[in-house]
């Protein structure tokens, strides 16, 4: 897999069952080169003795559309601070 600019490896995989067979995972999360969309993409490979063979999976989503999501869905954590003012 190209990585493009900066993205962030959330997975990476190398199992090797016997010594024929091989299999890569990865899966990564990064920003649009416009930043307004958050993409997150699945990769992997399999190697054996009559075949090599990858896919790629990228699931977009729009970063305002999770934000949204995120405030009406996700846990909210109330933290405060009282202070007095001084004379």
Same mark, same amino acid.
């Given at each position: 897999?190209?990585?493009?600019?900066?993205?962030?490896?959330?997975?990476?995989?190398?199992?090797?069952?016997?010594?024929?067979?091989?299999?890569? $995972?990865?899966? +990564?999360?990064?920003?649009?080169?416009?930043? *307004?969309? @958050? =993409?997150?993409?699945?990769? &992997?490979?399999?190697?054996?003795?009559?075949?090599?063979?990858?896919?790629? $999976?990228?699931? +977009?989503?729009?970063?305002?559309?999770?934000? *949204?999501? @995120? =405030?009406?869905?996700?846990? &909210?954590?109330?933290?405060?601070?009282?202070?007095?003012?001084?004379?």
């Amino acid at each position: 897999m190209v990585s493009e600019g900066n993205s962030l490896m959330l997975q990476q995989r190398v199992i090797q069952h016997d010594p024929a067979t091989l299999h890569c $995972r990865e899966i +990564t999360l990064r920003l649009s080169p416009d930043c *307004r969309q @958050l =993409v997150l993409t699945r990769y &992997t490979e399999h190697y054996g003795p009559a075949l090599v063979r990858w896919i790629e $999976r990228s699931h +977009t989503v729009s970063v305002a559309e999770l934000f *949204r999501w @995120l =405030v009406a869905n996700g846990e &909210t954590d109330v933290m405060k601070a009282d202070s007095e003012q001084l004379p």
